[in-house]
């Protein structure tokens, strides 16, 4: 058997155990493990899970670190978004939620803290931009490549919905 040293290349079986583990890994990350696979309205059990995951896994952490923390989700989104794309043939494919949970924190980024009713507004909000893709949301789908337009959309759909529950935040009890 050649290998590297000989031809430069990696030999077959390793290379496609390689791209079945690269492939598992982004699609797990793509549909936030089971998550995506769940029966009907995915993109509505990403939005809960991102929105009931928020008051321990990003709300409790300062906004710059909330920042970083998003900006490892757009690009690791992309990366499993594109892959998962390439694995299941299909572009942006419905299990594919993890622009959900980009969308769904991006859209709570800018607030110290939400009350329970808070985070229910934040998840309608984003729910009504993500489904309705007024423009430029729709436009966002297109203009950027593979897994980040995939990402992008949901990031200004959160950026509407965030700015929409900064003027209702003094209604919501």
């Known amino acids: 058997m050649q ?4 031809t430069g290349k990696v030999p ?9 583990m690269i492939n598992k890994t982004a699609l797990y990350i793509a549909t ?3 998550v995506g696979n769940l029966p009907k309205m995915p993109g509505t059990w990403g939005s809960l899970v991102s929105a009931a995951a928020a008051p321990w896994l990003f709300l409790p952490f300062s906004l710059p670190l909330r920042m970083a923390l998003l900006g490892l989700v757009l690009i690791l989104g992309a990366w499993a978004a594109t892959e998962a794309e390439k ?28 009350s329970p009713a808070h985070i229910a507004a934040a ?14 949301i729709k436009r966002a789908e297109t203009l950027f490549p593979k897994g980040f337009g995939v ?23």
């Open 12 to 20: 077959a079986p390793i290379s496609s155990l390689r791209n079945t």
């Open 87 to 114: 694995a299941l043939g299909k572009k942006d494919p419905g299990c594919v939620i993890i622009d959900e949970l980009f969308g769904q924190w991006l859209t709570m980024l800018p607030f110290a803290a939400l």
């Open 3 to 6: 290998y590297e040293a000989d």
């Open 123 to 136: 998840f309608i909000l984003f729910r009504v931009f993500d489904i309705a893709k007024p423009w430029p």
């Open 151 to 173: 990402m992008i959309d949901d990031g200004i759909a959160g950026v509407f919905a965030g700015a929409i529950l900064y003027f209702l935040l003094p209604f919501i009890p």
């Open 32 to 34: 936030l493990g089971p």
